[in-house]
């Protein structure tokens, strides 16, 4: 078996590329929560990446691709549940629960070079995260979702 060294660089700059754009929100959820942060975000980027090239390598017709793509979306709807936390008087995590989702999202547009998408998500919602305290203040909701 011979090792395609190109494979393996444009692999390892698409998982960077993953790693790279789930930071920006990563950092806002670690200084702006006490549930997931820097430590999962970028994870969980990386790991639906490279779900998703190892499915794009492996099935090579759009139907097994589209299975693999589903099964990393339910995955990572059960990290995301585990971020959220209700007692009697709140439910608190639901959106650090989306963000994790979005950097899923953002890992498998990664992993299909869809770098505009990407970037617009990682945008997004880093400006959501970043600026929507504020302006829940402004609208009188009394505690920030976190």
Known sequence: ?????????????????????ALPIAYN??????????????????SACAFMLVGREVYQDGEAEARVMYGIITGIGFIGGGAILKNSERVAGT??????????????TVAYARYEISL???ALGFFIFQFSDPMKKHCGVKEPDE
């Open 1 to 21: 078996m011979d090792i395609d060294f190109s494979l393996i660089i444009y692999h390892f700059y698409q998982l960077g590329i993953a790693f790279a754009l």
């Open 29 to 46: 959820r670690e200084y702006k929560s006490d549930n997931a942060g820097l430590r999962t975000f970028p994870l969980v980027a990386i």
């Open 95 to 108: 959106a650090t629960a989306a963000g994790i989702w979005l950097v899923g999202a953002i890992g498998v």
């Open 120 to 122: 617009v998500l990682c």
